[in-house]
């Protein structure tokens, strides 16, 4: 099994980023995929999370109307394009495949002025 995040980085309040996962190792179509995200100090929490590309997606109240989660099962893919962001949104950013115990290194977002 393997997860590759990218696409962080440093942002301004009120910008925009499109992180990226990239999957292997396992049937990806089968799992439901999500983002987590871990600030300095505190717990990992879930952020948002989606089985099919044509369903149902699931989404923190802290990020409802400013995050989406996609993906791409062609690709073993899935993204979450960040909107409005933040300062308390800096975190490191973890995409994970439900009921499988690995995590990948993550992905640094950074909202600040």
């Known amino acids: 099994v393997q997860l590759v995040e990218s696409g962080g980085g440093l942002v301004q309040p009120g910008g925009s980023l499109r992180l990226s996962c990239a999957a292997s190792?396992?049937?990806?179509?089968?799992?439901?995929m999500s983002w987590y995200r871990q600030a300095p100090g505190k717990q990992r929490e879930w952020v948002a999370g989606?089985?099919?590309?044509?369903?149902?997606?699931q989404y923190a109240d802290s990020v409802k109307g400013r995050f989406t989660i996609s993906r791409d099962n062609a690709k073993n893919m899935v993204y979450l394009q960040m909107n409005s962001l933040k300062p308390e949104d800096t975190a490191a950013y973890y995409c994970?495949?439900?009921?499988?115990?690995?995590w990948g290194q993550g992905t640094q977002v950074t909202v600040s002025s």
């Open positions: 994970r495949a439900r009921q499988i115990d690995y």
């Open positions: 190792g396992f049937t990806f179509r089968n799992y439901y």
């Open positions: 989606m089985l099919n590309p044509s369903g149902g997606t």
